[in-house]
């Protein structure tokens, strides 16, 4: 019975309708994947030959004031790319994974970024992750919309039934041999990609591939109950577009209104001008007040002296720090709202599988907010440890010929993401149960 289900299967024109989009367009995803990843090695080539060349250059200009120095030379931190990105790029486009800083106030470079077309951020990348959750979907309704009806439409369901013993056995091998061979295309296609990408096949590799196995499951099931309703075929493929564009776009996008809404976020701006004007305001200041707020928080350099006449370098860098600190309210703010932003969504995304998987898999992959978000309080850390490796030799007054310039390389920051099955994988699981149960019920009717 299968041989002759295959063999009808591949004479259909769906067939190689099917075949041909899914395989263009997965191997166009997995060259915009390739693209993205060349892209991030070019940038950090370009930025560690930068900071080493402008060190050099820097240097022979002001080489005996290293307060100077220090006030013009960038240090980069790196968030190490793993080719896994490629499959789901997600907010990396938006979100830098490569901040130049200096020693100066953080809030004012902390949310630089490249400038990017609004149009292509708008309609997203055309990664593999973006074909699996919204071409795959759209390709199985197109073969199963018509399982059943179409066979009663054109009258050969009553011979069909006449040869058969078990008439729902035989719709369900149908279904089977169209998905069969979704899932041999995804199944390609994953390692396909693992070998253009050079992917290593670890843990984060297998949570997409059994992520994405499990979400073609679920439109599986979806269909199977659509067919199950024994309606006609212009009705199983109404509902199931109008499913399909619910799932994916209309809910992601109530969802991603009503939290922009609920937790307003203060503008990246407010914190930068927050700095600036905390800086700034420092001038028209006697310097204890500058020196006393800076010395509470490190107090190691209470011994340098701060002359009241002229300028100092442990005075400036200090109303720099100073600057931070009036800025530090609005950036845990917005760091906390954008956390329950997140934490709402995976919440609502638990019910919804389209959402689901769109979060597990920029999750995995390391390109989601979260990531993002880590790298920035990493960035945090870098910043305070760069400061405090130079601030006693600039307070001291040392040429640049004190310091060991070889140490200051870029340094790469690497993302560290745990898996957890049951949260990756039951959600789903339970959902496309349910509604595969329920239309093994429904097939009782025939």
């Known amino acids: 019975m299968y041989l002759l ?11 190689l309708v099917s075949l041909a989009i899914m395989l263009l367009v997965g191997v166009i995803g997995i060259l915009i994947g390739k693209q993205y990843l060349i892209k991030q090695q070019n940038s950090i080539i370009a930025a560690k030959e930068f900071q080493h060349e402008s060190i050099k250059r820097n240097i022979e200009y002001h080489h005996d004031d290293l307060g100077l120095l220090l006030y013009y030379l960038r240090f980069a931190l790196i968030k190490k790319p793993a080719n896994i990105n490629a499959i789901s790029i997600g907010q990396s486009d938006v979100n830098p994974s490569l901040q130049s800083v200096t020693i100066r106030g953080l809030e004012g470079q902390k949310y ?10 708008m309609s997203g990348n055309l990664d593999l992750g973006f074909v699996i959750i919204y071409l795959f979907p759209l390709v199985l309704i197109a073969m199963t919309f018509n399982l059943y009806s179409e066979e009663n439409e054109l009258g050969t369901w009553r011979i069909i039934a006449a040869q058969t013993s078990g008439k729902s056995g035989f719709l369900f ?3 089977m041999v169209r998905l069969m061979f979704v899932f041999v295309v995804l199944v390609f296609l994953f390692f396909l990609a693992s070998s253009v990408l050079q992917i290593p096949l670890n843990q984060n590799f297998w949570a997409i591939f059994s992520q994405s196995i499990l979400y073609l499951c679920f439109w599986s099931a979806l269909c199977f109950w659509i067919v199950s309703l024994l309606k006609n075929s212009s009705f199983n493929a109404l509902a199931l577009i109008s499913i399909w564009v619910t799932l994916t776009i209309l809910i992601p996008a109530l969802v991603n209104n009503y939290v922009l809404n609920q937790y307003q976020v203060p503008e990246a701006l407010h914190a930068m001008v927050e700095q600036r004007d905390g800086y700034h305001e420092k001038w028209d200041l006697e310097k204890d007040v500058t020196m006393n707020g800076f010395l509470e928080a490190y107090p190691q350099y209470k011994n340098y002296k701060v ?15 100073m600057g931070d600190l009036a800025a530090q309210e609005t950036s845990v703010e917005m760091m906390d709202k954008v956390m329950l932003r997140n934490v709402v969504s995976e919440k609502v995304a638990l ?3 389209t959402m689901h998987a769109q979060l597990s898999f920029n999750r995995l992959a390391g390109t989601d907010m979260l990531s993002h978000l880590n790298f920035l309080k990493a960035l945090t850390d870098f910043h305070e440890s760069l400061r405090l490796s130079f601030y006693r030799k600039i307070f001291d007054n040392d040429a640049a010929d004190s310091i060991n310039w070889k140490r200051f390389d870029a340094k790469f920051y ?9 949260y990756l994988m039951f959600p789903t699981l339970l959902i496309t149960v349910i509604i595969g149960i329920l239309g093994i019920i429904n097939l009782r009717k025939l």
């Open 414 to 422: 690497t993302s560290k993401n745990q898996v957890n099955w049951f």
């Open 351 to 353: 019910f919804v599988p």
């Open 112 to 121: 630089d970024t490249d400038f990017e077309n609004p149009s292509l951020l």
């Open 173 to 175: 091998k149908k279904l």
């Open 5 to 15: 289900l295959f063999k009808s299967f591949f004479r259909t024109k769906i067939f």
């Open 307 to 321: 002359p009241e006449d002229e300028f100092s370098w442990i005075w400036y860098y200090g109303m720099q720090h």
